[in-house]
T-cell receptor, first 114, second 114 residues
Framework: AQSVTQPDIHITVSEGASLELRCNYSYGATPYLFWYVQSPGQGLQLLLKYFSGDTLVQGIKGFEAEFKRSQSSFNLRKPSVHWSDAAEYFCAVGAKEYGNKLVFGAGTILRVKS | ETGVTQSPTHLIKTRGQQVTLRCSSQSGHNTVSWYQQALGQGPQFIFQYYREEENGRGNFPPRFSGLQFPNYSSELNVNALELDDSALYLC?????????????FGPGTRLTVL
């Protein structure tokens, strides 16, 4: 079965500092990988996705993520964090074989200090 | 292009009652998935509807049921509500046959069971 682990429940970074949020997945074949962001009381917004091809994917709001098959990871990065990036971030994996459902990690709450 | 909409925004029910949540899919999308997000957790897949039929189900009891209508909108029904059903219920729409698992989420319905 698929599973997603986000090891960090909370992360605090200073505004302007770089950010890396970790995501590890468990799945036998090449998965479809996603990062979503959720602001308090809101739904999920897709930041970026990986289906195939170039392992470094660019997303919205200056985010990028790198797929590393050997490490079963899909970490999210941003070179310079803005106060408006404070939110909860979810990594998710999907596969046709599992009925098109998405399996989410537990999320990482990002706090930005000024 | 109209995004995914959900109604109501908030709902308060008591144990044992029944509830219906509604979702309108994004324009052009024919598949709707429902997720339950308990406080402090990632979303969990409930089920998916395609062509008005259930197309995959997560680990939820039969008292969670759904419908999809010819216009692709969908309902989630929960019978015999329990306290643990308190959560944010998210609807996501996608296009079957398109980019697999690229799902677009609505703002959610916050259900509180007392």
């Amino acid at each position: 079965a698929q599973s997603v682990t986000q090891p960090d429940i909370h992360i605090t970074v200073s505004e302007g500092a770089s950010l890396e949020l970790r995501c590890n997945y468990s799945y036998g074949a090449t998965p479809y990988l996603f990062w979503y962001v959720q602001s308090p009381g809101q739904g999920l917004q897709l930041l970026l996705k990986y289906f195939s091809g170039d392992t470094l994917v660019q997303g919205i709001k200056g985010f990028e993520a790198e797929f590393k098959r050997s490490q079963s990871s899909f970490n999210l990065r941003k070179p310079s964090v803005h106060w408006s990036d404070a939110a909860e971030y979810f990594c998710a994996v999907g596969a046709k074989e599992y009925g098109n459902k998405l399996v989410f990690g537990a999320g990482t709450i990002l706090r930005v200090k000024s | 292009e109209t995004g995914v909409t959900q109604s109501p925004t908030h709902l308060i029910k008591t144990r044992g009652q029944q509830v219906t949540l509604r979702c309108s899919s994004q324009s052009g999308h024919n598949t709707v998935s429902w997720y339950q997000q308990a406080l402090g957790q990632g979303p969990q897949f409930i089920f998916q509807y395609y062509r008005e039929e259930e197309n995959g189900r997560g680990n939820f009891p039969p008292r969670f049921s759904g419908l999809q209508f010819p216009n692709y909108s969908s309902e989630l029904n929960v019978n015999a509500l329990e306290l643990d059903d308190s959560a944010l219920y998210l609807c996501a729409s996608s296009l079957a046959g398109g980019k697999m698992n690229e799902q677009f989420f609505g703002p959610g319905t916050r259900l509180t069971v007392l």
